[in-house]
């Protein structure tokens, strides 16, 4: 199916949604254009399948499997309208003490899903998809993100050095992620707090360029204690979106206290 090409999905304004959380998820958004179902899958999710409020067509498992981008195909196929967000517009959505995620040329579909997956269970506001990354829209990335994909405003940028200007521009304090970064994440509180948090995550195997670097408020590190040489990308972002979050509730339970 020609939805499976990034060049597809963007000509047409549409994208493909695949298994339960992510078809759950794009039921209730409402931006469901029609749905394909096997009929083995249809008797697993009668519930879901049964709140659908557009056409939907019983197929075969071949023909489920044509249309599915993943090695196990489920045989539950949304197929989905593109309601993009502006960077502008998803900026002025963030809370004076929110926080948000930005991807920098990560290639990894299955990172790039697990990333707006643990943004929307922190708490963060947006996740923002920047320069040569993944394309946010690949079957593979919605059903990592395992439905939240339809919860949070997924911005689409070519350029990162212009996300980043725009970030500042807006007041936003920009924290990337590097080993040689001069603050550790263990001391990272006061950086945290005060201003609206963009946390920059680079490529798997090449981390951020130095150019994005040099151009973040400050560099942040993640102390290694044994002897891993490293943290992969999806479980770094875990820790760094999660210790804003815990800013946050920090901050709420002072006000309150």
């Known amino acids: 199916m020609k939805l499976v090409k990034p060049a597809e999905r963007r000509k047409g304004g549409r994208f493909l ?5 992510a078809v ?15 009929s083995k899958a249809l008797e697993r999710n009668a519930e879901i399948i049964g709140g659908a409020r557009c056409p939907v067509w019983i197929v075969s498992e071949r023909t489920a499997k044509g249309l599915s981008e993943t090695v196990t195909p489920q045989g539950l196929v949304a197929v989905c309208e593109v309601r993009g967000t502006e960077l502008g517009e998803a900026l002025a ?6 926080f948000i995620a930005v991807v920098v040329d ?3 579909p299955g990172n790039a899903g697990t990333i707006i997956r643990v943004a929307d269970a922190a708490g963060a506001a947006a996740v923002i998809i920047a320069g040569a990354s993944v394309d946010p829209l690949n079957g593979k990335v919605i ?7 339809f919860h949070l405003p997924i911005v689409r940028a070519a350029s990162a050095a212009d996300v980043i200007d725009e970030l500042l521009g807006a007041g936003f304090r920009v924290l990337a992620t590097s080993a040689r970064g001069e603050i550790s994440l263990f001391d990272a509180s006061g950086a945290l707090s005060g201003a609206r948090v ?10 951020l360029p130095e150019a994005i670097l040099e151009r973040a408020t400050h560099a942040v ?4 204690r044994g002897e891993a040489e490293s943290l992969n990308l999806a479980s770094a972002a875990t820790l760094c979106l999660y210790e804003s979050a815990r800013s946050l509730h920090e901050s709420a339970r002072a006000r309150a206290g």
Request: hydrophobic letters at 45%; glycine letters at 10%; charged letters at 15%.
């Open 198 to 207: 963009a946390w920059l995550f680079g490529n798997e195997a090449h981390g």
């Open 106 to 108: 990560v290639n990894e």
């Open 24 to 38: 759950s998820a794009a039921l209730a958004h409402d931006v469901v254009i029609e749905l394909f179902v096997t």
């Open 93 to 98: 959505q963030v809370p004076p003490d929110g």
């Open 143 to 149: 059903r990592a993100a395992a439905g939240s994909s």
């Open 17 to 21: 949604a695949e298994g339960p959380n």
């Open 221 to 224: 590190s993640i102390p290694i």
